[in-house]
Structure formats: structure tokens, C-alpha cells
């Protein structure tokens, strides 16, 4: 069997995957372009996949399986792999602890002013009247309560916070105080201090939150964007933050990544950007490859169940 690689993966699981699985043929390229030779031939290919496109999945006759070492696919050329019937898993679940350790940091950082501390800091200004905030008692609410959701509600406990969840089926959650549901969206954000989203990217999702979901929200809330850029409608939120609808956005995905360089987001007081790194952490490659492991020897063995298996039609 050959397992081809067009994510850099790091040398130490090379090694450690060759030795693991002798009868494997593994080839580890470092882009998708430098893979096409070998996809010809390919049962299972691993991927990012941010730039698999439907002609490489023409090129891989023999692909079975595509493992996505990260949480999204909404980049994948979803129509091709579902025709050719080729099973798809992701990496989800292991972004739990980064990312909520993200949202946290953020939610301090905007409430104690840092951005506004960092500037006078810079410029060796002496000023004590920085109005500063704080977390403790207010109320989040996580738009999303999967394995990402559940922790950062989970943290917010340790600041007192109230922890509302929106998610579609309404399901109930020991992390979350309260749970609302699809037709409740309205209603949880008109409550929330910090609105976090980590909503995945498909279908209903897309331009989901716009000017009117901003105009229900306090003026004095946060929004914090760590799902994916294609489930806000970026011109309400640059509309909203200009008229002071809402009071700060801290922002980690976009439409379009990289972000253009004179979009207004890069200028605006009250805008956090970060370049879509709350999920990173130094375990994320071996924590992947343990869910790439599992789902191999079931591959090979044909026993046991496949870990994190997407459904391409819901788009996770």
C-alpha cells in the first residue's frame, strides 16, 4: 500500500512511521505540486487541504482515503472525492486546548486594554487612566459546543463565567450553563459580553452572521472569530465596529487568508487580527499522526471503526 504525504511533515514521524509500518510505502513530499508524481498510484494521501484541487483527485486513481491533518474541508473538492466514493477523516478534536487558551488570552487582552498598553509602552507614555476591565462574572456565549466549544467553556468556568452554547441540535452539555438552538441565535447573542464563534464552514453557515445578528448584540461585546472567515459577512462587521455596534472584534479567519494588506481590518483601533494560528502548538503534528495511526491499522486490517470519519454532505 502507498501512503503519499503533501503536508511538510515533520522528520521525526517520518522515521517513526516507516518503522512502524514496514510493508508501507510512504512518500513525504512538502506541497500538493511536488506529490502530483506520485499520485497516480496513491491508496491513501495525507493533507491539510487547503490546496487539493478536483484534478488531483483525477490523478489518484487508486486513492481510498484522504487523511486531513487539520479540522476544516472546506477547501476540498468535495463533489470529486464524494463521486469516487473515497473516505475522508480529519484531525478533529485536537484543537481544544490551543485554541481555547487562545480565546481566553483574547477576551483578557481586550478587557485589560493590552493593545492600548503595548502602544504607550512602545512609546514610553506614563498613563494610568487606561480604562481597564475585567472577565470574572460576564457572560460568553460559544457559537459551537464540539471538543473546541466544550473547552473554552470549560475554562471560562475558572473566571465564573456564564456559559451559553449554541449549536443545531439543542443537545445539552455539562460545560454550558444554557444551550440554544439555530432559531435562537438572536437571543443568546443579545445576552453575551464575548461572542465566540467556531462554527465549521458549510452550507448554512455561510454569511450567517451579518449586520443584524451585530445590531443585537451589547454594545459593549466582544466578538471572537476562530471557526472559519466564510461564516461572517466581513462588510456588516467593518460596518458594525464603524458604527460602534459592537465594541471589539478579535479575529483569527477571513474570507480570503492571507488577509489583502489594505483591507480596513488592519487599521481599525478596535479589531484584533491574528493570522489563523489559535489552533498551533508545537504537539500538533504527533497528536494528528495518532488519529492518522488508528485509522491506519484499521485501514489495513479492515477491523474495528474509523475515527473522526467527515460527512462530506453536512461538511464535517
Known amino acids: 500500500m502507498k501512503v503519499v504525504s503533501s503536508a511538510r511533515i515533520k522528520r521525526s514521524l517520518q522515521h517513526e512511521m516507516r518503522g512502524k509500518y514496514p510493508d508501507v510505502h510512504f512518500v513525504f513530499c512538502v506541497s500538493i505540486d511536488e506529490a502530483e508524481r506520485d499520485l497516480e498510484d496513491a491508496d491513501v494521501l ?3 487541504g487547503s490546496h487539493l484541487q478536483a484534478k488531483h483527485i483525477v490523478m489518484a486513481n487508486r486513492l481510498k482515503w484522504i487523511m486531513v ?34 480565546t481566553i488570552s483574547m477576551m ?9 498598553l503595548f502602544h504607550n509602552e512602545q512609546n514610553k507614555i506614563w498613563d494610568q487612566r487606561v480604562k481597564i476591565s475585567a472577565i470574572t462574572g460576564k457572560t460568553i456565549a460559544v457559537l459551537g ?19 451559553l452554547g449554541y449549536n443545531r441540535s439543542g443537545k445539552k ?3 454550558f450553563d444554557e444551550i440554544y ?19 465549521p464552514s458549510t452550507e448554512d453557515t455561510k454569511n450567517l452572521i451579518t449586520i443584524n445578528h451585530f445590531q443585537a448584540m451589547k454594545k459593549e461585546a466582544v466578538f471572537i472569530n476562530i471557526g472559519r472567515g466564510s461564516t461572517v459577512c466581513e462588510d456588516d462587521l467593518v ?4 458604527k460602534e455596534m459592537i465594541a471589539h472584534a478579535v479575529l483569527d479567519v477571513f474570507q480570503k487568508e492571507p488577509l489583502d494588506r489594505d483591507h480596513p481590518f488592519w487599521e481599525m483601533e478596535n479589531v484584533t487580527v491574528t493570522p489563523h494560528l489559535s489552533g498551533v502548538f508545537p504537539e500538533y503534528q504527533p497528536r494528528a499522526f495518532k488519529i492518522f495511526e488508528h485509522n491506519l491499522r484499521v485501514f489495513l486490517n ?14 464535517y
Open 46 to 48: 495525507i493533507t491539510y
Open 69 to 102: 491533518i487539520s479540522a476544516g474541508i472546506d477547501r476540498l473538492p468535495r463533489e470529486e472525492i464524494e463521486k469516487r466514493q473515497i473516505i475522508v477523516t480529519n484531525a478533529r478534536g485536537i484543537h481544544g486546548v490551543p485554541m481555547a487558551e487562545y
Open 108 to 116: 483578557l487582552n481586550v478587557a485589560r486594554n493590552e493593545k492600548k
Open 145 to 163: 459546543t464540539g471538543a473546541i466549544g466544550k473547552e473554552i467553556a470549560r475554562l471560562a468556568k475558572a473566571f465564573r463565567m456564564k456559559t
Open 173 to 175: 452539555s455539562e460545560e
Open 181 to 199: 438552538t439555530y432559531n435562537q441565535l438572536m437571543e443568546i447573542l443579545a445576552r453575551a459580553d464575548f461572542v465566540v464563534s467556531v462554527l
Open 239 to 242: 460596518a458594525a465596529l464603524r
Open 302 to 315: 479492515g477491523e474495528g471503526e474509523l475515527i473522526n470519519k467527515v460527512d462530506l454532505k453536512r461538511g
